[in-house]
C-alpha cells in the first residue's frame, strides 16, 4: 500500500495478481455477468487506487476490505439490475456504475487457502436448507424475509439457520486463528 | 433497551446487511455511543462475514482485465481532479471536523495512554493487556473511519469542481440541508440539528432525473447530535439531474420513493 500512495502503478499490479482471482470469483458468482464482473472489478481496483491514503488511514487488512467493496457492488449492481427486470420485464444485462463502500476490520492471520478450506468444510456440514439461507443472504444480496419466501420456510427458522450458521463460521474462524 | 450481551450474536447479520428493525436500531445504537464492545464484535464479524467470499467457486479473471486496470489507472493518474485532496494541506475550517470527532480523538488518546499504561505491568498481565490493545486498536479504526468520512466530505466541499446546493425543507421548522455536488468524487451532504429518525425508518437522497423515475443516492440518518455528513458516488451526470430530493423510508431504503419529499434543491 505504501508502494500505492507513491503512485507506483506496479504495486496495483502485484495486489492485482494476489487478489484478482478471488475478487473476479466473487463478483461473477454475485453478478452472473462476465461482462458485467470486469466492469466491478475493475472499478473495485480503481477505488483502491484512487482511495489509497482513505485506506492508510484505517490500516486494516486489505483482503476483507477488497472482499466487502467487491461484494457491496456487486450487489449493488445486481439490486439495479433486478428493479430494472421487474420495471421492464427485460433480461438485458445494463451496466450501472455501483456504489456504497463499507469497510472491514481486523487482522485475519491465517493463510487464505486455509480460510477457505475450513469456511467449505463448515458450510459442507450445515444442513443443505441452512447453507442455502446463508449464501442467499452473502451471494445474492437477500434479507431474512426475501430467503425466507425464496425458500418458502417461516421467516423465525430462516432467522434463526441464518444466524446459528454465522455464530458457527466466527467460532469456526477463531479457532482457526488461535 | 437490549444490552451488549444480548446484541453479541447479532454482529455477524449486521455485518452481512440483513439485520432490521428494533435489533438494527438497538445495536446502531450503542455504535453510535462508541459501546467498545459493540464496535469491536462489529469490526470482527465484517471480517468474519468477508470470509464468505471464499466460498465462491474460483474463477479465473479475462486476461485482458489486467491490463485494462492498469490502462484506466494511467488515465486516471493523469487527471488530477480525481485524486482526493489532503486535508493538512487545504485552509479548510476547523469547523469541518464535528465535534464527536475531537470528543472520540479524546476518547482514543484516553484509550491509549490506558493502553501503554498497562504494558508496564507484569508478565502475567501480558494477555489482559493484548485484549486491551485489540481493543484500542478498534477504537481507532473507528475513529479513524469516521475521520475519513469528515475528510471526503471536506474534500468534496472545498472542491473548485463541487457545486453547491441548498436543500430546503417542506416544514419551515426544520434545519436546511446542504448538498455539493462533484462530478467525480460523488455529492456530499451536510446538515445539523437534524430530528431524529423514527428507528423503523431512514432518510433518502434521491436524484431526480429531467426524464424518468427518481435514482436512490443515498441511505442514511443523523447521528445522535442531529448531524449528517456523508458523500455517495454520483451515479447521474449533472446535466441529467433536475433536482435533489429527501424523503422518509422505511429502514433500509426503497426502490423508488414511497413518501413526499421532505427537502429539495432545484438543480437544472
Redesign the interface.
Known amino acids: 500500500m505504501e508502494r500505492i500512495l507513491q503512485r507506483d502503478s506496479s504495486a496495483l499490479e502485484t495486489l492485482y495478481d494476489r487478489y484478482g482471482r478471488p475478487v473476479y470469483s466473487l463478483v461473477l458468482r454475485i453478478a452472473q455477468h462476465p461482462s458485467s464482473a470486469e466492469e466491478i472489478v475493475q472499478d473495485v481496483f480503481l477505488q483502491l487506487w484512487r482511495s489509497a491514503d482513505r485506506f492508510q488511514i484505517s490500516r486494516g487488512p486489505l483482503e476483507p476490505w477488497l472482499f466487502t467493496m467487491a461484494r457491496n457492488r456487486a450487489l449493488d449492481f445486481l439490486r439495479l439490475r433486478r428493479e430494472k427486470q421487474r420495471r421492464r420485464e427485460d433480461s438485458t444485462d445494463t451496466e450501472i456504475a455501483p456504489s456504497a463502500i463499507s469497510r472491514p476490520d481486523l487482522e485475519g492471520a491465517i493463510d487464505k487457502s486455509r480460510r477457505a478450506e475450513k469456511i467449505r468444510a463448515l458450510m459442507t456440514s450445515l444442513p443443505e436448507p441452512q447453507r442455502r439461507a446463508i449464501e442467499l443472504a452473502f451471494f445474492e444480496g437477500l434479507s431474512h424475509s426475501e430467503v425466507a419466501e425464496t425458500m418458502g420456510e417461516a421467516l423465525g427458522t430462516v432467522k434463526s439457520w441464518i444466524r446459528g450458521g454465522l455464530l458457527r463460521l466466527r467460532e469456526s474462524l477463531e479457532e482457526a486463528r488461535s | 433497551m437490549i444490552d451488549c450481551e444480548q446484541l453479541a450474536?447479532?454482529y455477524?447479520?449486521y455485518?452481512?446487511?440483513?439485520l432490521?428493525g428494533e435489533e438494527r436500531a438497538e445495536l446502531e445504537a450503542h455504535m453510535a455511543r462508541a459501546c467498545d464492545r459493540c464496535s469491536a464484535g462489529v469490526?470482527?464479524?465484517?471480517?468474519?462475514?468477508?470470509?464468505?467470499?471464499?466460498?465462491?467457486?474460483?474463477?479465473?479473471?479475462?486476461p485482458a482485465?489486467?491490463g485494462?486496470?492498469?490502462e484506466?489507472?494511467?488515465s486516471?493518474?493523469s487527471n488530477p481532479v480525481?485524486?482526493?485532496v489532503?486535508l493538512a494541506k487545504t485552509s479548510a475550517p476547523r469547523t469541518i471536523f464535528p465535534v464527536w470527532a475531537w470528543i472520540a480523538a479524546a476518547a482514543l488518546a484516553l484509550a491509549t495512554g490506558y493502553t501503554i499504561r498497562q504494558m508496564g505491568n507484569q508478565n502475567t498481565q501480558l494477555a489482559e493487556l493484548r485484549k486491551q490493545m485489540k481493543l484500542a486498536t478498534?477504537q481507532s479504526?473507528a475513529l479513524?473511519?469516521q475521520?475519513?468520512q469528515s475528510?471526503?466530505v471536506s474534500s468534496v466541499m472545498l472542491s473548485p469542481d463541487s457545486t453547491p446546493f441548498k436543500l430546503m425543507p417542506k416544514d419551515k421548522n426544520m434545519p436546511m440541508v446542504h448538498a455539493y455536488l462533484h462530478p467525480h468524487m460523488g455529492v456530499a451532504i451536510t446538515a445539523e440539528q437534524m430530528p431524529s429518525v423514527d428507528p423503523a425508518k431512514t432518510m433518502q437522497l434521491w436524484f431526480v432525473p429531467k426524464a424518468g423515475k427518481p435514482m436512490s443516492?443515498a441511505i442514511f440518518r443523523p447521528d445522535s447530535a442531529g448531524q449528517i455528513a456523508l458523500v455517495?458516488?454520483v451515479?447521474m451526470p449533472k446535466d441529467e439531474i433536475a433536482a435533489l430530493a429527501i424523503t422518509e423510508e422505511p429502514a433500509?431504503g426503497s426502490?423508488q420513493p414511497t413518501s413526499a419529499i421532505v427537502w429539495m434543491a432545484q438543480v437544472n
Open positions: 450474536p447479532l455477524e447479520e455485518a452481512l446487511g440483513i432490521e469490526a470482527e464479524a465484517r471480517y468474519v462475514v468477508s470470509q464468505l467470499a471464499l466460498l465462491a467457486p474460483s474463477v479465473e479473471p479475462p482485465l489486467r485494462k486496470i492498469m484506466a489507472v494511467k486516471s493518474a480525481r485524486a482526493v489532503p478498534l479504526q479513524q473511519n475521520l475519513e475528510r471526503m443516492v455517495a458516488p451515479n433500509g426502490p
